[in-house]
């Protein structure tokens, strides 16, 4: 059997938000019974089937590099993860929904990744002077993922919502927001599984398909970002 194309798509946000779960429904289409914390990354695969269902169909691997979540300030930290960075097709971008500062972290996480030489620690984020076209110009695809949706009171979901759309934006992102401890959130025809299978074919459409692909190989021949003042509200 001749060995298939791959890419590969970073998974990144503060520990305890789900990663480890969340790459494990993904790629084994079950829930993690015991998760535990990453340490440096973790690598599994996924079976894609790009434009499934068309003449243009072709199978990839999509590998999951699920990043360690420590946002210390400590140089050494970002230093063994930038080796991660390196060769990037897409990133997922994963915080809590039921806390806010894992999902203003990612505003840093996104920094420290597509701008390995930038020292995104004591960032403050802040919607009102933060620049969306940073990620219009973004040739690396972005996900936004919110975990432990089910944890969310009822009467909460809306606010909850109504913030994450603002993330969504501002990364120039899809969202989808789940709870990892139930596969049906990714089940066949639902919503869910189409922005996620979306998401992985522009990954690979870019990687593969793209005229200038060549730019999707890593970071370092890339404009860098510059990044302002920020906050998130």
Known sequence: MASL????????????????????????????????????CSV????????????????FYIELWDIGGS???????KSTRAVFYNSVNGIILVHDLTNKKSSQNLYRWSMEALNKDSSP????????????????ENAVP????????DQIPENKRSE???????????FNAEEINLDCTNPRYF?????????LSRFFDKVIE???????????????DRKRFNFKSLHYD
């Open 142 to 149: 972005l996900l936004l993922i919110g975990t432990k949706f």
């Open 5 to 40: 194309d791959r890419v590969k798509v970073l998974v990144l946000g503060d520990s305890g938000v789900g990663k480890s779960s969340l790459v494990h429904l993904i790629c084994q289409n079950q829930v993690f019974g015991n998760p535990s914390w990453t340490v440096g």
């Open 187 to 195: 089940a066949a025809g639902t919503s869910n599984a189409v922005k």
């Open 206 to 220: 870019k990687r593969y398909f793209t005229r200038d692909s060549s730019q999707m190989t890593g970071f370092t």
């Open 121 to 136: 620690t004591g960032v403050i984020v802040s919607n009102g002077d933060y620049d969306r076209e940073q990620f219009v």
């Open 44 to 59: 599994d695969v996924r079976v894609q089937d790009y434009k499934e269902g068309t003449p243009e169909e072709k199978t």
């Open 71 to 77: 946002v210390g300030s400590a140089s050494s930290i």
């Open 160 to 170: 909850v919502l109504t913030r994450t759309a603002f993330l969504s934006e501002d």
